[in-house]
């Protein structure tokens, strides 16, 4: 089993703020992400959302924020309502000129029933880099940058 966390590194031509925004301004977050009903940067903030790979048999997240930097990192809790384990997701940013480095860490993976497919590494690597290789990208890449 593999305990390593699961990282992914992407940059992309916005301003540090530009990308803060889309990951903690909820009304950008919908465009990109998940719709959730609120979301705060502020720590113990609470929210959940539902998805899954089976539109059928969606999955209740249960998340909440447990740590902010301002412009710099955003992490929340990951688990999901009537399973087994607990994950952080971790987002740094840093900034590289005119341009923006994300690092995502998911860790605490192998806590999840791995007899449930859903819950395989593998798909956790091809969510999270559609998420943030397409879906953050292609947003970014219509919002004007700020500065």
Not at 23 to 38: C, S
Not at 63 to 77: D, H, M, N, W
């Amino acid at each position: 089993m593999n305990h390593q966390p699961l990282v992914i590194e992407r940059a992309f031509d916005a301003s540090v703020q530009t990308v803060w925004d889309a990951l903690t301004k909820n009304e950008q977050i919908k465009k990109w992400y998940f719709l959730l009903p609120d979301f705060k940067p502020v720590v113990g903030f609470e929210f959940t959302f539902t998805g899954g790979p089976d539109e059928d048999k969606p999955y209740i997240h249960l998340c909440r924020v447990v740590e902010v930097i301002p412009l710099k990192k955003l992490a929340y809790s990951w688990r999901y309502d009537g399973y087994i384990g607990y994950t952080i997701v971790s987002i740094e940013l840093f900034e590289e000129g005119k341009k923006t480095r994300l690092r995502l860490t998911h860790s605490g993976l192998e806590t999840f029933d791995q007899k449930i497919t859903d819950f395989d590494r593998k798909n956790f690597e091809g969510g999270w880099n559609h998420i943030i290789g397409k879906s953050l990208k292609e947003f970014l890449e219509g919002v004007p940058d700020n500065i």
